[in-house]
Every structure is written in C-alpha cells, then in structure tokens.
C-alpha cells in the first residue's frame, strides 16, 4: 500500500470527485424535474376551475369540449383508453381540495345567497409520453388529454453529466498519465540502489518529474565518477606500496646481522598483510551485483577458511551437516571464517574454536573473557583490547563488511566462560 500512496490517492480523488458529481447531478434532477411538474400542474389548476364551473353550471359537453380545445387539449372518451391510461399511467402529482361558489338566488323571503362547496381531486399521469390530467368530483369524473405539453426531458441534464463526468475522468487520467514515469523513475531508483550504476535516469521530459530524472542522472555520473575515483586509487597506492615491499622483503635477506633481518622482515610482512587486507576492504565495499555469488557447501567454505588461516585441524572442531549450503561469495566468505579462527587463535584461553549451526545459524564458540567493549566498538576499523596483539583491528571490521554484503549481521553473546560470535 505504501508504495502506491500517491497511485491510490489519485484513484481515492477520482471516486470521490465521480461520486460526489453524480449525487449532485442526482439530487439537481430531482428537484429539476418536481419545479417542472409543479410549473405543468399550476396550467391544470385552471382546467379544475373550467370543470367546476361546468359542473355547477350543467354546461354542455360541447361547451366543456370548446373551452379545453383553447388550452390544446381534449377530453378521452373512449373507456379503454380511460381504463389504461388510469390503470397504467405513471401518477406524477395528486392533490385533493374543495372550493367555495356563491350563487345569487331569489325566493319567497327575497334574495339571498347560496354557497356551494364542491370536492375535487386532481391527479397528473403520464402515459406513453403524454400527459393526462384526471379530475374527479363525488359523483363523476374526466380524463383530460393534454396535446401540447410534453412530459419531463432528463437528457439535457444527462448531456451535461455525461460532459462533467468525461472532463473529469481525462483530467484524471491525464494524472496517471503524468505519474507514470514516477512510478519508471522509482524502479530505476531501486535498481540504482541494488548496484546497477549503468542505469539511465535521463529523460526528455521537462516537466517536474523530468527536472528530477535529468537531477538524478547528474547525480549518477557524479557518484560513478567518485567511485571510479576511489577504485583507481585504492588499485594504484596499493600496487605501488606491493613493489617497495617486495624489494624491501629481497634486500632485508641481504642484511649481515640476524636481529635486524628478522626485524626488517616482521615489519614488510606486516605491512604486506595490512595491504592484503585494504585489497579485502575495498572489494567487500565494492561489490555491487550478485553475479559471484553461487550455491556451496558450508562445510567446504570451512575447509577453505582452515587452510587459509594455516591451522592445525585438531584445533577447529566442526558440527555441521555435510549437506548444509549457502548462497554466497566464495572467496569473501572463507575470508569472514578465516578471521574468525584468528580471532580465536589470538583470545581464547585454550587456542581451540568449536564451528557449529545454533537454531540455524552459523557460530563460533571459544573460551576465554568476555569482551570489555560491546560488539558494535570491535567492528569499528582500527580498533582492539590489547594493542600489543599480532593485529591491525581490521578483523572483525572486514568480517562485518562481508556478512553485510551477503545480507548478514554479526552478533556476539557471552554464556559460561564462552564468547559466542553469530552470523545471523
């Protein structure tokens, strides 16, 4: 869900905006089409007025006939139709209500004054697309045809729903559209970050997401220029620091005296390992695909690991089952155990590691005192207990850099006498 908030919040907009347009168009209908019933029904409170008067009056039919024929209309006579149009007819407006007539009279007292109240009920139908007004008194009733008026369009309202609902939907559309390359943009990101730096963020676009793209490019080729930089480098005084140390190796067996041959030698071997270490460092930071990693035996990464630290196979005790495997840098992760045995080989009281998987984990146990420091301080390069130690404190940090490469941790516990140090 979150790597689509803004996909979803568009689409949250655009319902919204659809729904909250169709129940106005909705609501506006309805009202629409009631004012004009209502506007229809004022026409036919004057053909209730001709009707009363004709029932009063006991007018003709013919008359009655003539005074609707003036509002184009006319009365049904046929009982079939009547019997339909009553039966089947939509009733879009009824109203009952009584009226008052007065009549001059004259009697044996004079004259005087006759009201009559008469009760009508009049009701609007439609049938067929053609409206009908039906009155009825007490004891009678018409059904009147009305020729001119049409019943209630809607598809004006429709034309103008259909207009707003399709702007909107382009625009949103028109949205999404413009979101795609921000959706292209953040794959290309992901890839940037697993360690595809030839991926190309340049774009055409000038546009807001375009300008970013175009940024992210010139942000790329910087980042791949100091990486370049940094590897030319690290290669070049490493290769340069190899030749003198060679030479210096080959003059140091020409010195007369033992004492300082042995001494210059401890010094180049010395530095020969800490440049052997530096290669490590910037491999382990520099790996950036998968493409050596492959499917081994953990059992024979720990023999390779044994041989490379040059000890004596009593000395490492193994319980791991011989069909245990791991997805890995063959070369970087014997480097990782390997350090460990030296760790080991140098801490521990009795010089002896026990290599064993705990809950699915790879560990390593030796006896001795429990660190003075947390873990997180050892993994710092540069950094040790005991400075007189055979160590440049780059141990544990190269193990660390090469567990986070493989997408592991290091972690350590202290239990019995017995540092326990984790590959989780």
């Known amino acids: 869900m979150k790597k689509h908030a803004v996909l979803i919040t568009v689409l949250f907009a655009l319902s919204v905006s659809l729904v909250s347009v169709s129940v106005i ?37 013919t008359m009655l006939d003539a005074n609707l024929a003036v509002y184009k209309m006319q009365i049904v006579k046929e009982q079939e139709e009547q019997k339909t149009v009553l039966n089947e007819g939509v009733v879009l407006k009824r109203e009952g209500f009584e009226s008052l007539s007065a009549l001059l009279m004259y ?40 020729e001119q ?15 707003i609902f399709m702007i909107i939907s382009a625009s949103f559309i028109l949205v999404l559209q413009k979101l795609r390359p921000l959706i292209r943009l953040r794959r290309k990101i992901a890839l940037f970050g697993d360690g595809n730096l030839n991926i190309s963020f340049k774009t055409n676009s000038c546009d807001e997401i375009g300008l970013v793209s175009n940024e992210l490019e010139s942000t790329k080729e ?29 003059a140091t067996q020409m010195l007369d005296s033992e004492k300082q041959r042995n001494r210059f030698s401890s010094i180049f071997n010395r530095l020969e390992a800490l440049v052997t270490e530096f290669a490590l460092i910037e491999e382990v930071t520099s790996i950036d695909d998968k493409r050596d990693f492959s499917k081994y035996r953990l059992i024979d990464i720990i023999d390779g ?16 089952m011989s ?39 790879l560990c390593f146990e030796s006896k001795g005192e429990c660190l003075s420091q947390p873990l997180s301080y050892y993994i710092e390069p540069f950094t040790k207990d005991n400075p007189s130690k055979n160590s440049f404190g ?8 090469i567990l986070k490469a493989h997408g592991q941790v290091l972690a350590h516990e202290y239990e019995d006498g017995v540092n326990r140090f984790i590959f989780a």
């Open 107 to 146: 009697g044996e007292n004079g004259f005087y004054t006759q009201n009559t109240i008469t009760k009508l009920r009049a009701t609007m139908i439609r049938h067929n697309k053609i409206l009908y007004f039906h009155i009825q008194t007490k004891n009678a009733g018409i059904l009147i045809k009305d």
């Open 323 to 361: 069909d245990e495997k791991l997805h890995a840098n063959y070369r970087l992760y014997t480097t990782a155990i390997k350090n460990m045995i030296d760790n080991a080989m140098k801490y521990s009281s009795d010089k002896h590691i026990n290599i064993l998987m705990l809950n699915g984990e």
């Open 149 to 163: 008026l049409k019943p209630y369009n809607y598809l004006n309202i429709m034309y103008a729903f259909s207009t």
């Open 222 to 250: 910087k980042i791949n220029t100091i990486l370049e930089s940094r590897t030319l480098f690290l290669r070049n005084i490493m290769h340069e620091l190899k030749t003198p140390i060679a030479k210096g190796t080959i």
């Open 305 to 320: 690991a044994i041989d490379m630290a040059m000890v004596e196979r009593d000395v490492v005790s193994i319980d791991i």
């Open 394 to 401: 780059l141990g544990l940090y190269l193990v660390d850099s």
């Open 25 to 61: 168009f909705l609501e506006f209908y309805k009202i629409n089409k009631q004012q004009y019933i209502d506007h229809i029904f004022t026409k036919y409170s004057v053909i209730t007025q001709i009707y009363r008067d004709h029932e009063q009056r006991q007018n003709s039919e």
